[in-house]
């Protein structure tokens, strides 16, 4: 596997300590940059970002300031966490340098984390302000708290995770002892990022087939076979091999109006949706086509991910892209709307699923619970489910007389036809 390019970032003691605990991680290759102050981290990573896979900031401030400034995205970057450990250490130099020291202001640390380390380490004597914070706090406002608490007690002594903030406090002559991460915290950060980036490599380059297939209108059979379908199946094909090239795969007829294109989940999710491929087909080949996707950790398994979604795709009745993936999730791509993400095998509705056994399928009950939460609506009539499930009134007023028996739909009213007609039941999904 290629090394990952980790950029260490931060004041120069607390990245030599990354440093040392990149030792054991030869998967990464450590580029570090050192800074004075955090706003260094701007420059730094506009002069840089393209050299480095990953950043790996020595503390929250650093990091808080690359995700506050849109700098850097929360998948690109992190820090290891500050736990009740390294606050723990750092009061036990201070007892073993000051004995009587009880108050301290204390910045960027939960208030939780404190009270899980006062509570078991019996220091119920010793007493915190603090200053906790999430997002990107200036040292000077961090510096002004220090100072204003230590005027109102002068005996307080100023604990600080931020080197320029523990700089500029003693500096005034305030005690002040700074808090770093331990190196468990590190190596343990350090952890997750290897599985995390041996994940993202695995699935990256997964197995995926891009499905396409002409929607067969009411062309004659002479039509069919003739030379201006050939005509057009030339076009069609010209502008699949375009896209194969585009996402570095390979292109593969099947048969008579039937194409594949494989190639790896990596660069499928690298590329926009391929709505594109719809229109143009439509346009310039003059054949409308349906487009589908299937992921998988073999051949075997893509294809026969790819055909599902293209079956799935045959009963939709507006124009998506359906894609299944290798947990059989199948999430259905729409042009001008998010995506819904549904499965027979959801955790979140096997409990459902169990109790309709044998009279609906789980996929069903996944894809009515998906859908009442992509529109939010709990209340339902069998036209809504009928369109959601791409079935009949009848199949859905069925289904919905089956949840309701199971306890998973309550009746709650009528809805009246504008033509004459029975009036439709509304149902209350219990989802």
């Not at 990245?15 to 050192?34: A, N």
């Not at 026969?304 to 259905?332: M, P, Y």
């Not at 949840?403 to 009528?414: D, M, S």
């Not at 039941?425 to 219990?430: E, H, R």
Request: proline letters at 3%.
């Amino acid at each position: 596997m290629v090394k990952i390019r980790l950029g260490l970032v931060g004041p120069k003691d607390s990245v030599q300590i990354i440093e040392k605990m990149g030792r054991f991680f030869p998967e990464f290759e450590l580029i570090s940059f050192y800074y004075e102050r955090t706003e260094e981290t701007h420059d730094i990573l506009n002069a840089y970002k393209n050299r480095v896979d990953l950043w790996l900031f020595s503390g929250q401030a650093p990091y808080a300031y690359a995700i506050h400034n849109n700098l850097l995205t929360e998948e690109e970057a992190f820090f290891p966490p500050l736990h009740g450990s390294s606050l723990l250490g750092t009061l036990m130099e201070i007892f073993h340098k000051q004995k009587q020291a009880s108050f301290f202001t204390l910045d960027t640390i939960d208030t939780e984390e404190i009270e899980a380390v006062k509570e078991s380490y019996t220091l119920d004597d010793v007493s915190f302000i603090t200053y906790p914070y999430t997002g990107y706090k200036s040292s000077d406002e961090i510096i002004q708290f220090h100072i204003e608490e230590s005027r109102k007690n002068p005996g307080t002594i100023a604990l600080t995770c931020i080197r320029n903030v523990y700089n500029e406090l003693k500096a005034h002559g305030i005690p002040v002892y700074r808090i770093t991460a331990s190196e468990f915290d590190i190596k343990e950060t350090l952890k997750y990022l290897r599985e995390r980036t041996n994940a993202a490599w695995y699935r990256n380059h997964q197995l995926a087939i891009l499905g396409v297939e002409t929607v067969e209108g009411s062309d004659s059979r002479e039509e069919y076979y003739s030379y201006r379908r050939k005509y057009k199946e030339l076009e069609l094909k010209r502008l699949l091999l375009r896209y194969a090239e585009e996402v570095k795969g390979a292109y593969l007829q099947m048969g008579d109006g039937m194409f594949l294109i494989f190639t790896t989940r990596g660069e499928m999710e690298s590329h926009a949706v391929p709505f594109f491929l719809i229109e143009e087909a439509k346009l310039q080949a003059k054949l409308p086509v349906r487009v589908a996707v299937g992921y998988g950790k073999s051949v075997m398994d893509a294809e026969e991910h790819v055909h599902q979604a293209l079956q799935q795709g045959r009963r939709a009745k507006e124009t998506v892209i359906i894609s299944v993936d290798e947990n059989n999730e199948a999430t259905e791509h729409f042009s001008e709307a998010a995506s819904l993400t549904y499965s027979a095998q959801r955790h979140d509705t096997e409990w459902a699923a169990e109790k309709v056994k044998g009279k609906i399928s789980p996929g069903a009950v996944s894809k009515i619970f998906s859908y009442a939460q992509y529109h939010q609506q709990l209340e339902v009539t069998s036209r809504d489910i009928a369109r959601w499930l791409t079935s009949t009134e009848r199949n859905a007023r069925r289904i919905l007389h089956e949840l309701e028996q199971a306890g998973l739909a309550k009746a709650v009213g009528e809805e009246q036809e504008v033509r004459r007609g029975r009036p439709r039941k509304v149902f209350a999904l219990q989802f």
